[in-house]
C-alpha cells in the first residue's frame, strides 16, 4: 500500500480529557489541543469531541491516528468491548466517523497499543524488535510488540496484563472490569489510594500526595507503594517467561512514583523469573503524553493493510 505523508493528525481518548496534535515524520508533536472528555453524556458526545479536534488540525495532514479506550478492531475501527469509563462506548464506529467529516483516512487503536508502539519508533524502546509494554494508571494496560510490530492478537485483545489474575489481598478487590483478583485491583493508582486510606470511610489522600509521603520516608506510604509494585512484579514475571521480550518498558502515572515503585517492581520481577531472564533490562517510557499521539500517528507503518480512503495515496 501507499503510506500517507505527512504531518498527520495523533489522537488519545482518555475517560477525562482527549488530547491532539499535529505529528511530523520525527515524532515532533505541534499544535496540541486538549479538552474534556465527556464522558457521562455518552459515545455520540464523546466522538463529536474527537471530530471537532480533528477538524480543526485536518487543513495540511495526510492520516487520522486514534488511540482509543477498549478492545478496538483496527480493520473497522470499531470498539469491540469497554469497561464503564466511558459509557456506552462500546459498538462506537470512530474510523468512520472520521473519515466521513474530514475526507481522510483514519485507524483507530487501543489507547495502550498506541502508546507502545510510539516508545518502539520514537521513544525508549527505539531499536528493539520485541518488547513488552506495560502501563500503570488509573487502569493497567499492556501491549507486546514482536518483530517490531505490535501485535493485537486474534480479537483485539492482547496485552490486557491488568486482568491477569493475581493471588492474596487481590481477591477482595474488584476490577474495573468487574471481575475480583485482577492485578488492577491492586496495582492501579486508584487501588493504590485505596489501599493506603483502608478501612477509613472518608476521603483519603490522593496519589501524588502518597507518593510525597513514601519519598519523605513514611512506612505506611513505602509499603502500600511497595507492595503493589511487588505484586505487579510477581503478575508480569510469569508473562516475560513465556514472552523473553527484549525489554520491558514501564509507562502511565504511577510509574512517575520513581524508585518507590520501580525498584520493588523490578526486585519481585527479577526474583521471579528464569536465571536466563534476570539481567531484562526494564526502563520508564520517554515520551509522556505524546507517545500515544506518535504512535497513533504511525498505524500506517505498523498494519499490513491498505487504508480505504483514496486520500491514503498522498505522500
Request: aromatic share 2%; with cysteine; glycine share 14%.
Amino acid at each position: 500500500m501507499t503510506v500517507p505523508g505527512w504531518p498527520r493528525v495523533g489522537v488519545d481518548i482518555g475517560g477525562t480529557k482527549i488530547a491532539a496534535a499535529r505529528v511530523e515524520r520525527d515524532g515532533t508533536v505541534t499544535d496540541r489541543r486538549v479538552r474534556a472528555t465527556p464522558a457521562t453524556s455518552g459515545a455520540d458526545r464523546v466522538l463529536a469531541s474527537v471530530l471537532d479536534l480533528v477538524r480543526e488540525l485536518a487543513p495540511g495532514t495526510t492520516f487520522v491516528g486514534i488511540g482509543a479506550p477498549g478492545t478496538v478492531d483496527v480493520r473497522t475501527g470499531i470498539v469491540r468491548s469497554a469497561t464503564d469509563l466511558l459509557p456506552g462506548w462500546a459498538g462506537t464506529a470512530i474510523a468512520t466517523g472520521v473519515q466521513a467529516a474530514t475526507g481522510l483516512p483514519a485507524l483507530v487503536d487501543n489507547d495502550v497499543n498506541v502508546a507502545a508502539l510510539g516508545e518502539l519508533r520514537r521513544g525508549a524502546a527505539a531499536g528493539h524488535a520485541a518488547i513488552l509494554y506495560v502501563s500503570v494508571g488509573t487502569g493497567v494496560g499492556g501491549a507486546l510488540a514482536l518483530d517490531g510490530r505490535v501485535v493485537r492478537g486474534a480479537r483485539g485483545a492482547a496485552g490486557e496484563v491488568g486482568h491477569l489474575s493475581v493471588a492474596g489481598p487481590a481477591s477482595t478487590r474488584r476490577c474495573a472490569c468487574g471481575r475480583i483478583a485482577h492485578v488492577e485491583a491492586v496495582a492501579s493508582g486508584p487501588a493504590i489510594e485505596a489501599a493506603y486510606r483502608g478501612h477509613s470511610t472518608g476521603p483519603g489522600p490522593e496519589l501524588r500526595e502518597i507518593a510525597r509521603r513514601a519519598a519523605a520516608g513514611e512506612a505506611r506510604a513505602r509499603e502500600v507503594i511497595g507492595h503493589a509494585a511487588a505484586v505487579l512484579g510477581r503478575t508480569l514475571a510469569g508473562l516475560v517467561c513465556v514472552l523473553d521480550p527484549d525489554l520491558l518498558v514501564l509507562g502511565g502515572g504511577v510509574t512517575g512514583i520513581g524508585d518507590d515503585f520501580i525498584g520493588p517492581l523490578t526486585d519481585a520481577l527479577r526474583a521471579e523469573v528464569l536465571p536466563p531472564l534476570r539481567e531484562l533490562p526494564v526502563r520508564t517510557a520517554t515520551l509522556g503524553l505524546d507517545a500515544p499521539l506518535i504512535g497513533a500517528a504511525l498505524l500506517p507503518e505498523d498494519l499490513a493493510f491498505p487504508l480505504n480512503s483514496k486520500k491514503s495515496e498522498r505522500t
